[in-house]
């Protein structure tokens, strides 16, 4: 079986490579550079010293290596949705894009249309039920990255492979601590990959500027201070308002009007909802319910986090509603929301949260 081996220098990849040839493959070693240059400048994720651990663990399991650049599909297709759907006052999601587009997506059309399987270091694994592979979830909960891999295609999980996704991020760092692997003690990686060193709020002032408005109290019609652009917040933000006698959060955005409406207290009810829309919606595997009528008891996901919160699924027209048994915290549109089935196991899709 040929396999390509999708490697970042970090320990999780670096451990994948280590599982694969204990099971007796051989992977070529794909590093995949995508910061991007556009009229404005140069902006690189930080990538020399990727590529030194990512080199190393070629050689010491005798790999060959390639590194491919996609740098200006990453901009196409990530950036360029990231800067466009904060511009109409949503919240991102780069990850699911990323893995979507980028790394199953234009990776796999150059250049893993020549192998059997792609492997990843991601927390995730597949399970194959009546013949069919569904994405399913990891081991680790606290470390599970399904909800980053939602938007993948059946084509594109059919052919994935996810070595680490039984094992625990400790049991991971272990082994590395124990194969003597460069990245054993490294940190995780955090934030948005292509900003590099670059503040998001400079990023994101540099493509859209600065627009004076109002920040009111959502309870009292009452202007308590001004910010630079409603697509410098996002809903449920509480730091970087600049606001005194607080905490404050952001609660929704009048995008027309630039102004960001706002409660005060360390946990106002209005930041809260239990109701979440859909754009229509992303199936992996197979759409399991059809034209269904009624509820689905289901589990989901709005953010990466370890917690699946129940809920009900209908179908009203081309949306499909969650109704959360909890309240939710910070539903914004642009998010996606996550659908599991009700234990939890298997990751049937996802879709866009709209208002």
């Keep these: 079986m040929e396999i390509a081996a999708l490697v970042s220098g970090g320990v999780d990849s670096s451990v994948m490579v280590h599982l694969l040839k204990e099971a007796g493959h051989t992977p070529v070693i794909f590093y995949i550079k995508i910061g991007m240059e556009d009229k404005n400048g140069y902006i690189d994720c930080p990538s020399e010293e990727d590529i030194e651990i990512t080199s190393y663990i070629a050689r010491k399991y005798g790999c060959r290596f390639e590194i491919v650049s996609l740098h200006e599909e990453y901009w196409d297709m990530v950036v360029s949705y990231t800067i466009n759907s904060v511009k109409r006052g949503f919240t991102p999601n780069p990850d699911i894009m990323c893995n979507r587009y980028i790394k199953f997506g234009c990776f796999e059309e150059r250049w893993g249309k020549d192998f059997d399987r792609i492997a990843t270091g991601h927390y995730a694994r597949t399970t194959e039920i009546g013949g069919k592979v569904w994405l399913s979830t990891a081991r680790d909960a606290l470390k599970d990255q399904t909800d980053f891999l939602a938007q993948i295609n059946n084509l594109q999980v059919q052919k994935l492979l996810f070595p680490i996704g039984h094992l625990l991020k400790s049991e991971v760092r272990n082994i590395a601590s124990t194969e003597k692997l460069p990245s054993a003690q490294r940190k995780d990686s955090q934030g948005i990959c292509f900003l590099g060193k670059i503040n998001y709020n400079d990023f994101i002032e540099r493509h859209l500027g600065r627009r004076d408005g109002a920040i009111i109290e959502l309870e009292t019609g ?37 102004i960001i409406y706002v409660s005060n207290g360390y946990d106002p009810q209005t930041q809260y909802g239990r109701i979440i829309n859909l754009e229509g919606f992303h199936f992996i595997t197979e759409d399991i319910w059809g034209e269904f009528e009624g509820v689905q008891e289901i589990t989901f996901k709005i953010r990466h986090t370890p917690e699946f919160t129940p809920g009900l699924l209908k179908r009203i027209g081309d949306v499909y509603r969650i109704e959360s048994t909890a309240k939710i915290q910070g539903i914004a549109p642009g998010q996606y929301g996550i659908i599991y089935d009700k234990e939890h196991r298997l990751c049937l899709g996802s879709s866009m949260i709209i208002e």
């Design 222 to 258: 009452r202007e308590i201070g001004r910010h630079k652009g409603y697509w410098f917040h996002t809903i449920g933000q509480r730091k970087g308002l600049g606001l005194s006698g607080g905490p404050w959060f952001v609660i929704k955005k009048d995008i027309e009007n630039n």
